[in-house]
């Protein structure tokens, strides 16, 4: 057998008594005993030309090198993430589509991040006839897709219900022609009643819903524009469709220094009142960021060491709760980098990102359901190399940091850097999160 080097992309986390492996290029996670990896570590010389895989268990050498954590020794990783990467970039089976469904918000919320929709000359909906358009791209690529992965967007989108109707039993009929499709819709919940959430619970795979600390503080950061409160009728939506989305719920809570105790204090009580613990598919958490004004005049936006020590303070508290959460430390490769995958608006003008919505368009979708690109960004933003990336052991799940963040900046990378250095706490988070009981199990 030939010799084998440890992956630069691995990430170790000691874990009671065992260590738990996370690599970055494959995504791979393991737990393996201190033992064996000790005997691997032993195995590596000062000089790193590798592991003489012979004196080790031949099994483990070969789990481990099927799942990157070990690499042939004369191996340049590099030139494998640079592979990998662009296999996930230009892969033409997978199309990802955030859909505005409409630019119209029923909510007046102080921090939105999405204030060029305000700037519209007037509301704008995406009617059936613009969504043929979009089934008709979708259609045109039918004999290369295996999946299409589509988020309902807004504004508010269950205020344009009639055209999501529609759009889910078309998308769903796509399985008859054997794509995989996978519906997910972000909602502020208002509208989610449970009339509506039966009509869509054979459809949907996820929805998100906001609800930012209990309810004081709630109502205070997402409002009606008259002023009123919203908590009430999200949290009787949340509980009245729980039985029909058992583990499909996602909550999200954006958080600062402002309100991070109120949502200490709602998962608790959602906990204690509810039993959403169980119920919920996850949480998820991020520090309110700034608009798509003022990152278009340059507002530096990364997550520093006080915003990352925030998030792993309410991580810490919900995963203490027995709440489920999803790896906080993928951040990338984003959707403004895959060839496939966009944003469109009401008005069919397509964007690389949803954070570029209401902007100048990199091109639109026509009449016959042609992509038409208009704008050099789009491939700017597609052919990017971070060169960072290559550099780094987050470089494939940071690669260069939100691309939309990092538009006004003059090195295009907004980089996470003093985030991802805390990998250790969110890998454990992650891990007593997921697979407690596993662990537990099989010691």
Same mark, same amino acid.
């Given at each position: 057998?030939?010799?084998? %080097?440890?992956?630069?992309?691995?990430?170790?986390? #000691?874990?009671?008594?065992?260590?738990?492996?996370?690599?970055?290029?494959?995504?791979?996670?393991?737990?393996?005993?201190?033992?064996?990896?000790?005997?691997?570590?032993?195995?590596?010389?000062?000089?790193?030309? =590798?592991? +003489?895989?012979?004196?080790?268990?031949?099994?483990?050498?070969?789990?481990?090198?099927?799942?990157?954590?070990?690499?042939?020794?004369?191996? !340049?990783?590099?030139?494998?993430?640079?592979?990998?990467?662009?296999?996930?970039?230009?892969?033409?089976?997978?199309?990802?589509?955030?859909?505005?469904?409409?630019?119209?918000?029923?909510?007046?919320?102080?921090?939105?991040?999405?204030?060029?929709?305000?700037?519209?000359?007037?509301?704008?909906?995406?009617?059936?006839?613009?969504?043929?358009?979009?089934?008709?791209?979708?259609?045109?690529?039918?004999?290369?897709?295996?999946?299409?992965?589509?988020?309902?967007?807004?504004?508010? #989108?269950?205020?344009?219900?009639?055209?999501?109707?529609?759009?889910?039993?078309?998308? +769903? *009929?796509?399985?008859?022609?054997?794509?995989?499709?996978?519906?997910?819709?972000?909602?502020?919940?208002?509208?989610?009643?449970?009339?509506?959430?039966?009509?869509?619970?054979?459809?949907?795979?996820?929805?998100?819903?906001?609800? +930012? =600390?209990? %309810?004081?503080?709630?109502?205070?950061?997402?409002?009606?524009? !008259?002023?009123?409160?919203?908590?009430?009728i999200i949290l009787k939506n949340i509980i009245d469709n729980i039985d029909q989305y058992k583990n499909k719920i996602i909550l999200r809570s954006n958080?600062?220094?402002?309100?991070?105790?109120?949502?200490?204090?709602?998962?608790?009580?959602?906990?204690?009142?509810?039993?959403?613990?169980?119920?919920?598919?996850?949480?998820?958490?991020?520090?309110?960021?700034?608009?798509?004004?003022?990152?278009?005049?340059?507002?530096?936006?990364?997550?520093?060491?006080?915003?990352?020590?925030?998030?792993?303070?309410?991580?810490?508290?919900?995963?203490?709760?027995?709440?489920?959460? =999803?790896? #906080?430390?993928?951040?990338?490769?984003?959707?403004?980098?895959?060839?496939?995958?966009?944003?469109?608006?009401?008005?069919?003008?397509?964007?690389?990102?949803?954070g570029f919505l209401y902007s100048n368009p990199d091109g639109y979708i026509d009449e016959e359901g042609n992509l038409i690109i208009t704008n050099s960004?789009?491939? *700017?933003?597609?052919?990017?190399?971070? #060169?960072?990336?290559?550099?780094?052991?987050?470089?494939?799940?940071?690669?260069?940091?939100?691309?939309?963040?990092?538009?006004?900046?003059?090195?295009?990378?907004?980089?996470?850097?003093?985030?991802?250095?805390?990998?250790? /706490?969110?890998?454990?988070?992650?891990?007593?999160?997921?697979?407690?009981?596993?662990?537990? /199990?099989?010691?």
């Amino acid at each position: 057998m030939n010799s084998v %080097k440890l992956s630069r992309y691995t990430l170790t986390v #000691p874990y009671q008594g065992r260590v738990i492996l996370f690599n970055t290029l494959s995504r791979s996670l393991v737990a393996i005993s201190e033992e064996a990896w000790n005997r691997l570590r032993s195995n590596i010389s000062d000089t790193n030309v =590798g592991i +003489d895989n012979e004196t080790l268990n031949k099994q483990l050498i070969k789990e481990l090198t099927t799942l990157g954590f070990l690499i042939p020794s004369e191996l !340049d990783e590099k030139e494998l993430m640079r592979t990998y990467v662009n296999i996930l970039k230009y892969t033409p089976t997978h199309m990802g589509m955030f859909v505005n469904l409409t630019s119209r918000c029923n909510l007046s919320c102080p921090y939105c991040y999405q204030d060029l929709r305000k700037t519209l000359e007037k509301n704008q909906d995406l009617t059936t006839e613009g969504w043929n358009r979009i089934m008709k791209l979708i259609n045109k690529r039918a004999s290369i897709l295996r999946n299409v992965n589509i988020v309902f967007f807004g504004g508010e #989108p269950m205020l344009n219900y009639s055209t999501l109707k529609v759009a889910v039993r078309d998308l +769903d *009929s796509l399985r008859e022609i054997g794509i995989e499709t996978s519906m997910s819709i972000i909602t502020n919940g208002t509208l989610f009643s449970k009339q509506r959430g039966q009509e869509l619970a054979p459809y949907i795979n996820s929805v998100q819903i906001t609800l +930012d =600390g209990m %309810k004081e503080t709630h109502d205070k950061m997402r409002p009606y524009p !008259d002023g009123s409160g919203t908590f009430d009728i999200i949290l009787k939506n949340i509980i009245d469709n729980i039985d029909q989305y058992k583990n499909k719920i996602i909550l999200r809570s954006n958080i600062n220094e402002s309100n991070i105790n109120s949502v200490k204090s709602l998962l608790q009580y959602l906990k204690e009142e509810y039993g959403l613990h169980k119920l919920l598919r996850g949480v998820g958490f991020e520090y309110i960021f700034p608009t798509q004004t003022s990152i278009r005049v340059g507002e530096s936006y990364k997550l520093s060491q006080h915003i990352s020590k925030l998030l792993i303070e309410i991580y810490t508290y919900a995963v203490d709760l027995g709440y489920s959460i =999803g790896n #906080p430390l993928i951040l990338g490769p984003c959707m403004a980098n895959h060839a496939f995958s966009f944003a469109v608006d009401e008005q069919l003008n397509v964007y690389k990102c949803p954070g570029f919505l209401y902007s100048n368009p990199d091109g639109y979708i026509d009449e016959e359901g042609n992509l038409i690109i208009t704008n050099s960004r789009w491939y *700017s933003l597609i052919n990017f190399e971070p #060169p960072c990336a290559l550099n780094c052991k987050f470089g494939p799940i940071c690669y260069g940091g939100c691309k939309w963040m990092a538009s006004a900046s003059r090195s295009k990378i907004s980089c996470n850097i003093e985030h991802l250095q805390n990998y250790r /706490e969110f890998l454990r988070l992650y891990v007593r999160s997921r697979y407690k009981k596993l662990l537990e /199990e099989s010691k």
